[in-house]
């Protein structure tokens, strides 16, 4: 096929080179965002006495059919264009002849491919910030129903102290609410049109790049136009949002996979969310929190890839620039996919409350509440720290555990030791004992869930 640009070449570009720089086979998934912009530059070319107000009409309606077209399929990419933009341009010119030709006035591909992809990220990441809400509710729900079961709250993976599951929980939903407000913030500074940039230095005709802006949603202008070509900031600060997305994934996937082992056995996950193996009959694999763990690693990789793309690449637009979309366009593939698998699965799995109780009954988590009585009797808390760390040798010289200690072997540790420190060590007044804010009481989880609540009816 002739190329748009051939006018200048005395030969063809070979058929390696030609397949090596098309982009059409990625960037096709931007159709909507280049035809929506491609109709608001024709009317401000109208509007701006650049093209004929006629010329400008048989322009925005031969593209809304295009579209339409290539919605319902009837219309396919054509493969052999170098990209969407000189496809939709090709269409518009087979069909409606000169006029189309008059589109690219005043434009370059330069600035509609960084209007495209602004646009394109922008209706992708509010999808994913559905996608993120839909996951903080299915957390705050399982958090509700378990705001009083309590198990083992850990550090350095060794039991610690008592917590609720809820209390678990809603950590998570803390972190997803963030995620939100990075890619809210990220699209914010995002939402600049680059569109009237033109190639890098702007233009001779008389545009009007306020309008093409507001009629397509952005809050404002790109100030310089060789910054408007040449900015791929928002794609850095997309990929780190993705990223953090995908770590918090993944460490909520490495609890799913820990507490679905027998050694743990703190929940079971749905038969629909898990999967057997080939040869060990009684295998029931965690594979979804699996690959949501594994799957974090291409999401960074596309990170490090476009940071490391536009380093040291001179201004303006340089076609190294074209590798911003394959990476960006992979992670939210990845980031949706893993969210929409991640949040029935948590819906779906059962809690075995028993279990996280009987794990929290043994490993001293009650220690530091042991230590916290004999403060309130007044002792210093290092001196009780000390004393109730010879208490816990004790008991596991002796095999047992601080509920089954005797009055009497407590008072030889201290005389403030009295009948009452056997309610104080109950794991449910432990529990329920924690009144700082932000603590694994029943009431304060429930404060975190109202204020996650309330968070996300007000986004
Ligand atoms: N396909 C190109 C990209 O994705 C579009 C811009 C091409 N501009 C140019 N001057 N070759 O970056």
């Not at 006629?54 to 077209?69: C, F, G």
């Not at 005043?106 to 559905?130: C, G």
């Not at 043994?362 to 309130?376: E, M, P, Q, R, S």
């Amino acid at each position: 096929m002739e190329k748009m640009w051939a006018g200048r070449f005395a030969k063809s570009l070979d058929k390696l080179a030609d397949d090596f720089t098309s982009s059409i086979h990625f960037d096709c998934r931007m159709f909507r965002q280049d035809i929506r912009g491609s109709i608001e530059h024709a009317v401000m070319l109208g509007k701006q006495g650049i093209i004929s107000t006629d010329d400008a009409k048989r322009i925005t309606d031969e593209l809304s059919s295009i579209l339409s077209q290539l919605e319902s399929g009837e219309l396919e990419f054509d493969m052999e264009c170098e990209d969407i933009h000189m496809f939709i341009e090709k269409i518009l010119t087979e069909r409606i002849g000169d006029a189309g030709k008059k589109l690219h006035t005043a434009r370059s591909r330069n600035d509609q491919v960084a209007l495209d992809i602004r646009m394109y990220l922008r209706d992708e990441t509010n999808e994913i910030i559905v996608l993120l809400k839909n996951l903080i509710s299915t957390i705050t729900e399982k958090a509700e129903e378990h705001k009083a079961s309590i198990m083992p709250g850990y550090t350095h993976l060794q039991r610690a102290q008592p917590v609720t599951f809820g209390h678990h929980l809603m950590a998570y939903a803390m972190m997803f609410l963030r995620d939100i407000s990075r890619l809210r913030d990220a699209v914010k500074r995002m939402n600049m049109s680059p569109i009237g940039c033109c190639a890098l230095a702007g233009t001779t005709y008389d545009t009007d790049r306020d309008y093409e802006a507001s009629a397509l949603g952005f809050d404002g202008i790109v100030q310089n136009s060789m910054d408007g070509v040449s900015d791929r900031d928002f794609c850095i600060e997309l990929l780190s949002a993705y990223s953090t997305i995908m770590m918090h994934l993944s460490r909520f996937s490495e609890e799913i996979i820990l507490w679905s082992s027998w050694e743990f056995k703190f929940i079971e996950l749905d038969d629909s969310y898990t999967t057997g193996s080939s040869i060990m009959p009684q295998k029931k694999n965690p594979d979804m929190a699996e690959l949501v763990r594994g799957k974090t690693g291409r999401v960074y990789g596309n990170l490090m890839g476009t940071l490391t793309m536009l380093k040291g690449l001179p201004l303006a637009y340089n076609k190294d620039m074209q590798e911003d979309k394959e990476a960006i366009f992979d992670s939210i593939d990845t980031v949706k996919v893993c969210l929409r698998v991640f949040t029935p699965m948590i819906a779906a799995m059962q809690v075995l409350t028993d279990n996280m109780f009987k794990a929290a009954q043994k490993g001293f988590i009650n220690a530091t509440d042991l230590a916290d009585y004999l403060v309130k009797k007044g002792m210093p808390f290092r001196s009780a720290y000390k004393i109730v760390g010879e208490i816990v040798a004790e008991c596991i010289s002796k095999s047992i555990v601080l509920e089954e200690m005797t009055l009497d072997e407590y008072k030889k540790h201290s005389e403030l030791f009295d009948d009452d420190l056997y309610g104080e060590i109950d794991l449910v007044n432990c529990v329920e004992k924690r009144i700082s804010k932000g603590s694994t009481s029943v009431s304060s989880v429930e404060q975190q869930i109202e204020y996650v609540t309330e968070a996300l009816e007000n986004d």
